[in-house]
């Protein structure tokens, strides 16, 4: 017994994409923030705001993975934003250690110098940044670095795209084509199917070739025109990421081949007339699923092979895992997708493709859950980066949405449990009709035999009419008999589409009220709406900085720099001070103007007890960021009235909590320090 789909128009589809749209634009607001790089400046010498009495030789940069760096990866600029290394890079990595230093110029000047760098992390994402350290004492800068972050931008935003629309290609084309395959072969013969795994076809081809161009502007230069440069591609060629994405358009050209076969050759063997065909059709469906499945993994291999499962600890273990959990996405989300289509799109679907696809999208979820909870334990890697990173709350989110998404196929794993028994129920009702109702049968076909005895006694008389008609109007006997011949030929054929038409209308009517098919539509759709959600949880999780990794990073700086909030605008504290001489009770006021890290000016107001400005023969300032080993940063003011100190080019290298300590002396021997925590952006 066959189901038939709905034919409600594309009303609902149309539903159900601008609920998509609208939670999709959610998404990524809330999380468009969140993205990071995956592999993690760990240390560098000399170290980020470091003041050395010498001028180095060379600059070393450590990272937590395997990095790739390219000519002008790093630069180091003095205080007038001149270049001073050698511009050669070299691979200083030993042992599990990724080092890469570059040599200065000889015979440095005191200041303070910039190193700016960037480079791309083994799993391809891009990533950048700047430190300063100064020799002899800090000093004023022009140094200008890039203020975007690396692989952001509108290419950023661009490639990102890409990649949520590839991984919507991939779904669509394994899926749907799994769905035919292995739930319902009936349905390589219907259009709408056929349309929707050939646009994933497309969508996912198209949107390599896009991935391709926009790689070299991503890990490069940002700039959008720089796509179609040919020496750019060329470098992304040898990269691993450019091996990966040209790998994957071989492969889809294999894809395509199976693609016709699945819906030519396969399609026409609907229903083998014989036992050879029937042998022949046992073979051809053998020889899909075997090369299907491989296309299909060496596709999502392409993706295991350039992203999160080849850097880290198991790579081994870890690409096979990743193949098989983006396969069982497909498996699961595509077919969901090729379900909705064809209870939508198709004309009919049997109850059993839709109660095997129950039981192959049960099996998805669980190898979903086997190997996500490995990858789980492998990215995040301790309680504590499950809740306190980026990438340890998007996979709480997550999981939240495949819970829900599972609770919505229980649902609808119930409906078609519903309508396997009403069909158990139907069957046994007709048989009990044909065995017990036989006489009334045979009156029906009677009837239906009078019927057709009219129709064709209508036929022949109009047929008479016609031969009459020409007759009289001089025409011969034979083209009359010709024409009387061809017109019963047409009116027949039109009576038998008639009745095909009345027929299928009459049992669609009967499907659409069904209850349980309509409470299987609805279920399936909100299945869809969430996994299109997913997806795009999915897609931000697989650019966001690991939790494991997260963790190595805030240890090795100790945390401060990442979560020291930052002030909303100038430093303005008031301290008192008693240095135990005559005179030596009053307060200081600090202002430090902008208050964040790089150029400030700092200004000392000195007050005695009666709140007017005392003046005092030497005030000096520091300032020091435990947490990276940063200072002291000595800061000598100079006396700008009674009372009233000032500093006009405190350096600041980077945001954080600092330790500013003040030492004011009031006689030639009563001083005293004041020490404050301040909070700098």
Not at 550 to 578: H, I, K, N, W, Y
Request: charged share 20%.
């Amino acid at each position: 017994m066959t189901a038939t789909a709905s034919r409600f128009g594309s009303a609902p589809l149309v539903r159900l994409l601008l609920i998509a749209t609208v939670l999709l634009g959610t998404v990524f607001t809330v999380l468009s923030g969140t993205a990071s790089a995956h592999a993690a400046l760990t240390g560098s010498t000399p170290e980020d705001g470091a003041v050395v009495a010498t001028a180095p030789k060379d600059i070393s940069l450590t990272f937590s993975e395997q990095v790739a760096m390219g000519d002008d990866s790093i630069r180091v600029l003095d205080p007038d934003s001149k270049r001073v290394d050698a511009g050669k890079i070299r691979d200083l990595s030993s042992g599990g250690t990724v080092t890469y230093g570059i040599d200065l110029h000889a015979g440095l000047p005191d200041g303070t110098y910039t190193v700016a760098w960037q480079a791309v992390s083994a799993d391809s994402h891009p990533i950048s940044g700047a430190f300063t350290f100064s020799i002899g004492a800090p000093s004023t800068t022009t140094a200008a670095v890039p203020s975007g972050e690396a692989g952001g931008g509108l290419v950023g935003t661009l490639y990102d795209i890409a990649r949520y629309i590839s991984y919507a290609g991939f779904i669509l084309l394994v899926g749907g084509a799994a769905f035919v395959l292995g739930c319902w072969p009936r349905g390589a013969s219907v259009r709408p199917l056929q349309r929707l795994v050939v646009q994933g076809w497309l969508t996912l081809t198209a949107a390599t070739l896009v991935l391709l161009l926009l790689r070299g502007p991503y890990t490069g230069s940002g700039k959008l025109g720089d796509a179609f440069d040919l020496g750019g591609l060329q470098d992304v060629l040898a990269t691993k990421t450019g091996a990966a994405l040209v790998s994957r358009l071989l492969l889809l050209g294999a894809a395509a081949l199976f693609v016709a076969v699945l819906f030519g050759a396969y399609a026409k063997r609907e229903t083998p007339r014989d036992e050879e065909e029937s042998k022949e059709r046992k073979d051809l469906t053998f020889g899909l699923a075997v090369g299907g499945t491989v296309v299909a993994a060496g596709i999502a291999g392409t993706w295991a092979l350039a992203e999160h499962a080849s850097t880290g600890i198991q790579t081994g273990l870890a690409m096979p895992v990743d193949v098989l959990h983006l396969l069982a996405v497909a498996a699961w989300l595509g077919g969901l997708t090729a379900l909705l289509v064809a209870l939508y799109r198709a004309p009919s679907i049997e109850n059993a493709a839709v109660r095997r696809f129950s039981r192959i999208a049960f099996i998805s979820v669980v190898v979903l859950a086997v190997t996500g909870l490995y990858q789980s334990w492998r990215q995040v890697g301790s309680w504590s980066a499950l809740w306190g990173t980026s990438y340890g709350q998007l996979l709480l989110v997550k999981v939240g949405l495949v819970a829900v998404l599972v609770g919505i196929a229980w649902f609808s794993r119930r409906w078609t449990e519903r309508l396997g028994q009403r069909t158990d129920e139907a069957g046994a009702t007709e048989a009990e009709a044909e065995a017990g109702t036989g006489k009334e049968a045979g009156a029906g076909i009677e009837a239906d035999a009078d019927a057709d005895a009219d129709a064709d006694a209508d036929a022949e008389a109009e047929a008479k009419a016609e031969a009459a008609t020409g007759s009289e109007t001089g025409s011969g006997t034979k083209p009359a008999a010709a024409t009387t011949v061809v017109g019963d030929s047409e009116r027949a054929t039109q009576l038998a589409r008639q009745k095909a038409a009345l027929a299928t209308a009459r049992q669609k009517r009967i499907r659409d009220a069904d209850p349980r098919r309509i409470g299987l539509r609805r279920s399936v759709l909100a299945e869809a709406g969430v996994a299109v959600v997913l997806l795009a949880v999915t897609t931000v999780l697989t650019s966001t900085e690991p939790g494991r990794t997260a963790e190595q990073e805030a240890g090795a700086t100790g945390g401060t720099a990442a979560t020291a909030p930052a002030s909303e605008g100038p430093v303005d504290l008031t301290l008192p001070f008693d240095t135990g001489g005559e005179n030596g009770k009053g307060t200081m006021r600090i202002t430090l103007d902008p208050g964040r890290s790089g150029a400030n000016a700092m200004h000392i107001y000195v007050d005695g007890p009666d709140g007017q400005p005392l003046d005092v023969p030497e005030v000096k300032a520091a300032f020091t960021l435990t947490a990276q080993k940063i200072g002291p940063l000595p800061i000598v003011p100079e006396r700008f009235a009674p009372g009233h100190w000032s500093a006009g080019a405190v350096q600041i290298p980077m945001p954080g909590e600092w330790q500013l300590q003040l030492t004011i002396r009031t006689s030639d021997i009563d001083q005293t320090t004041v020490d404050k925590n301040v909070k700098i952006g």
